[in-house]
């Protein structure tokens, strides 16, 4: 997967500030490229932005097809925030369709980036979120990203998102604690597709998956033959199909290996209104929970 900045072709997207700087007399219009994000804007922005996601919940952000009407909200955006490490593949296409030219926040700015074992190094894992000192890293750089479009506001945006910031550490404290009533040699998990390699990486988990980092990619039947020899090695008992990805290829290795259904992980979509996953927060707490029951073996 090559860097998002290789899929625009532009030096300047990469920079986490947006060009405008002066007060605007109205709400701000933000547009994020998923629903993740989307979250993470609104909890820091408040009353004083409203944020548009592109990708809706339950999407695929690899494989979005954007609309004439994703179009009309970009142009219409006063600010737009996106992932970036190659995420919104698609968003060079919506640029050039919608006419913009401005240039994005890109919130990942900042993190230290995986790439995962026998991919080149311009091929980065793109999937940040999974660890929460990643979303905290996200959420600094939303808030300075406001406050240079909005100065007038930028109390507010400071106070939100200290208040979001302690949230989000009191989080990753739950998840540490919650993982660390787990054995290590039970600490795996089978999954649809490569998507949990920070949280893995942060929490002390390992993360199998019959698909790459991108839903786009497919398995060979030789990538599928070692995952099921390798779970049988290791021993892992229950698989997850993930709310935005197909679940027929990871349904095709646990009926090999005779793990079980452990549930539904949300790894870039939240749910809609209403879900186990309507916001990030409520995602990550979820994702453990069913995590830690499988790895306990109480399903």
């Not at 909890?43 to 809706?56: A, E, I, K, R, Y």
């Not at 892992?236 to 935005?244: D, G, H, K, P, S």
């Not at 209104?273 to 995590?291: F, K, S, V």
């Amino acid at each position: 997967m090559r860097r998002l900045s290789c899929l625009l072709g532009l030096c300047g997207v990469l920079s986490i500030m947006p060009a405008r700087a002066a007060p605007l007399p109205h709400t701000v219009q933000a547009v994020a490229s998923f629903t993740v994000l989307a979250d993470v804007v609104a909890h820091v922005g408040g009353t004083h932005v409203h944020v548009t996601s592109l990708v809706p919940p339950d999407g695929d952000p690899h494989e979005f097809e954007p609309s004439p009407d994703d179009a009309r909200q970009l142009r219409q955006a006063d600010i737009v925030f996106m992932s970036g490490e190659g995420l919104e593949s698609w968003f060079s296409r919506l640029a050039h369709a919608a006419g913009y030219h401005g240039t994005p926040v890109i919130v990942s700015n900042g993190i230290s980036i995986y790439t995962p074992p026998g991919l080149q190094q311009a091929e980065t894992d793109p999937h940040v979120w999974n660890s929460v000192p990643n979303v905290i890293i996200w959420t600094n750089n939303i808030r300075d990203a406001l406050i240079a479009i909005d100065p007038a506001d930028a109390d507010s945006f400071r106070a939100s998102a200290a208040a979001y910031l302690t949230q989000l550490r009191a989080l990753d404290r739950d998840i540490r604690d919650r993982i660390a009533t787990i054995p290590a040699d039970r600490r795996r998990i089978l999954t649809s597709h490569d998507a949990f390699g920070y949280f893995g990486r942060t929490y002390g988990l390992t993360f199998m998956a019959p698909q790459g980092l991108s839903t786009e990619t497919e398995a060979s039947a030789g990538d599928i033959a070692a995952l099921i020899r390798q779970i049988r090695q290791t021993g892992v008992t229950t698989y997850f199909m993930e709310n935005a990805a197909d679940p027929r290829m990871v349904q095709q290795v646990a009926r090999a290996t005779g793990t079980r259904p452990g549930g539904e992980l949300y790894a870039e979509a939240l749910s809609p209104p209403g879900g186990p996953a309507p916001d990030y927060i409520a995602m990550m707490r979820h994702n453990t929970d069913l995590m830690v029951t499988a790895m306990q073996g109480t399903r």
